[in-house]
């Protein structure tokens, strides 16, 4: 069983790199395998609505968006990071999420897989970030993990988010709590636990 973590911040080692390490670490010490996955810092688009995606499973833009998506269904779970701006997160990992997730719904790379998002801030916005966060997970039916407390570490530098004793310990049970999660999952498929029946999908608007 393997963990892709997704580091949204355009610093390849900073403070949401240190906050996924130390769930890595703890993801490994479970027998659980971890990779990082770093969106880069060159300029990402965002969705241009176009649909392209639904040919291919593939954003029609070729960038980190198609690695990521073409890495995503050899692995069995994902921890989003990314840091906060402006109590959000950042544009880059917006236009990553909106695109990764939109065309990932076209071959279903993330059903049922679950998910989790960690967020890092100097000092506020935490919260709104990670409720943007989530929204990609549940309306693509993946089983959101949770920690002691909001998944979240607070600092301006690396050092500074190793030192918040409370953020590293979050991301520790929230990295022991996905290796259960993952094992419960195994342990269910092994004992012939069905899948949810599906409905065929009914779209509906608010015009009449």
Not at 183 to 205: D, H, S, Y
Request: hydrophobic share 45%.
């Amino acid at each position: 069983m393997n963990v892709l973590l997704v580091n949204g911040s355009p610093h390849a080692q900073g403070c949401t790199y240190t906050a996924l390490n130390e769930i890595a670490k703890t993801l490994e010490s479970e027998g659980i395998g971890a990779t990082h996955f770093w969106i880069g810092r060159e300029s990402l688009s965002g969705c241009m609505a176009c649909s392209g995606c639904g040919k291919t499973g593939l954003c029609v833009l070729d960038d980190r968006v198609n690695q990521f998506l073409d890495m995503a269904g050899d692995y069995d779970g994902f921890i989003f990071g990314a840091p906060v701006h402006y109590a959000a997160i950042s544009g880059a990992m917006t236009s990553f999420m909106d695109r990764a997730f939109f065309a990932g719904g076209q071959n279903r790379p993330f059903y049922l897989k679950p998910a989790a998002a960690v967020v890092s801030a100097r000092r506020a916005g935490t919260t709104a970030a990670l409720d943007q966060m989530n929204k990609y997970f549940l309306i693509s039916q993946m089983p959101v993990i949770a920690s002691q407390y909001w998944n979240m570490v607070h600092g301006s530098r690396a050092e500074d988010v190793q030192k918040d004793a409370e953020g590293m310990q979050i991301m520790r049970t929230l990295a022991r709590n996905m290796a259960w999660f993952l094992k419960c999952k195994a342990a269910g498929i092994a004992a012939g636990v069905p899948l949810p029946a599906k409905e065929p999908r009914a779209v509906t608007n608010f015009i009449r």
